[in-house]
C-alpha cells in the first residue's frame, strides 16, 4: 500500500496502525497527526484505518518567542 507521509511516498507492505507508520517514518513524540487533512485524536491513533494514496501529515510542536 502507498502512502504519503509529509509529502513523501511511502511503501507499507502490511496493514499497520497510524502510529506503527509514522513511527517507521521516524517521528519522535510529542507529535500531531491528520490524515487527508483531517485531524486524528491522540487516542484514535492506534485504531486509525489508513487506505491506500492516504496523505498524513506529521505536526510537531514550535517552540519560540
Same mark, same amino acid.
Given at each position: ?8 511516498? !511511502? ?9 506503527? !507508520? !509514522? ?6 513524540? #510529542?507529535? =500531531?497527526? =491528520?490524515?487527508?487533512? *483531517?485531524?486524528? #485524536? ?8 489508513? =487506505?491506500? *494514496? ?6 510537531? #510542536?514550535?517552540?519560540?518567542?
Amino acid at each position: 500500500m502507498q502512502l504519503k507521509i509529509n509529502g513523501q511516498t !511511502v511503501e507499507v507492505t502490511e496493514t499497520k496502525s497510524l502510529l506503527d !507508520v !509514522v513511527g517507521e517514518f521516524g517521528a519522535i513524540a #510529542p507529535f =500531531a497527526l =491528520a490524515v487527508n487533512g *483531517q485531524f486524528v #485524536p491522540k487516542s484514535q491513533h492506534e485504531s486509525w484505518n489508513l =487506505a491506500e *494514496q492516504d496523505s498524513i501529515e506529521i505536526l510537531s #510542536p514550535v517552540q519560540g518567542g
